[in-house]
């Protein structure tokens, strides 16, 4: 073996400049740390393996619920306490809950963060879950959810989701009900807790100015002597039907607006279908030049605007179109010339100019959402905890190796109009 060949084999991994160690601590926690000294700044971030996918009915939003409560005090920090140690630091904190997980997040410079793992240690084994402070963020968790309904297209989506997953969780939206979360007590929310915030449920990624080693055992003091806690089980999978023809959902509101959303069913996170797709979205929407765009938008003007998301999660995944009717255009046309574009997609053979230049615009949105040190951690830590954080880094690399054949397949197979959802947001009295 030559040298270069045997440095290629131990070189680390890479992301964005940053060298990625990986680890796992005998309790189960997987530690990752990705090394980058462009600037004094480190963001720490844990994710639990738990979303809305795994709600029971009778708990559906307890997820983000209970991400409000990790702010409202543990064994060590009081309420408001983590709040302000990251405001006298001059760092930021913040936290995301997702159909498949949740995350907490901080950034801080490079000669504090450690603090932010005595934070989350103690959140992941001594969360106080008070009765005052869960029945106050409980109005605040409604409030919230009722903000929601005064959203147009929030509403559509939900009732295309609820369609389109007939009997998995992805039906319910993240933030739940409200006849649920008033009737969710400090109980039930502290079993749940106690199932999924434990190390053998964790990622905890370390990323910006520091030393490997030094990082790794400062999560090893705060995390190595949690228990793992209890093994997971829950199968969600087999809850995904293929559907078996076209659905149609209204929704009306109060306003001139006609609103559209489709959605298509289509595959878990990191199967080379789920690259093809992102390359399809590219083509579709991203920018003036795609079809979509140019033609519905700019030329025919049907539409105000449209886009597409591939939305790849752990158990399946969604293809949406949303878009919005221009004055005076009926509904059905625009809906037509949307189904002759795809079409086109999945049986016309994709010009190569045209798959560079979708190529070219994922790398450069890969790139820009790789800028910070936040944005490394999460992309790695969103795909650990759903899948392998290996795919951050392949991601690029798996898109530019897509085919214009493998498009028009991944189109042909999935965006076909018997497996979808189509749903309308007419105005008041409309008919669909």
Known sequence: MTKASAAAKTAKPMKAGAIIHEHRLRNGLQVLIAERHDDPVVAAMVFYGVGARNERAEEAGVSHFLEHMMFKGSSKFGKGEVDRITTVLGGSNNAFTTPDHTAYWFELASDRWEIALDIEADRMSGLALDPKEFQSEKKVVLEELSMGRDDPWRRLTHAVSEALFSRHAYRRPVIGYEDVLRGMTVESMRDYYERFYHPGNAVVVICGDVNPRSALKAVRDRFGSLSAGPALTEETAALIEEPVGEQRVTTHWDDSSRRLVMAWPTVSVGTDEDYAL?????????????????????????????????????????????????????????????????????????????????????????????????????????????????????????????TAVAVKEATGKFLVPHRRVIGWSLPHGERA
């Open 278 to 402: 992102d390359l399809v979205t590219a083509i579709l929407t991203h920018g003036r030049l795609s079809r979509l765009q140019a033609k519905l938008v700019h030329d025919q003007k049907l539409a105000i605007s449209i886009s597409a998301s591939n939305d790849t999660r752990v158990d399946s995944g969604v293809f949406w179109v949303y878009a919005e009717c221009a004055d005076g255009v009926d509904p059905r046309v625009l809906e037509a010339a949307i189904d002759e574009e795809v079409l086109r997609l999945a049986s016309e053979r994709l010009p190569q100019s045209e798959l560079r230049r979708a190529k070219r615009i994922l790398e450069a949105s890969d790139a820009h959402e790789s800028e910070t040190v936040s944005d490394i951690a999460e992309e790695l830590g969103d795909f650990a905890i759903d899948k392998d954080w290996r795919l951050a880094i392949e991601g690029s690399a798996r898109n530019q190796a897509v």
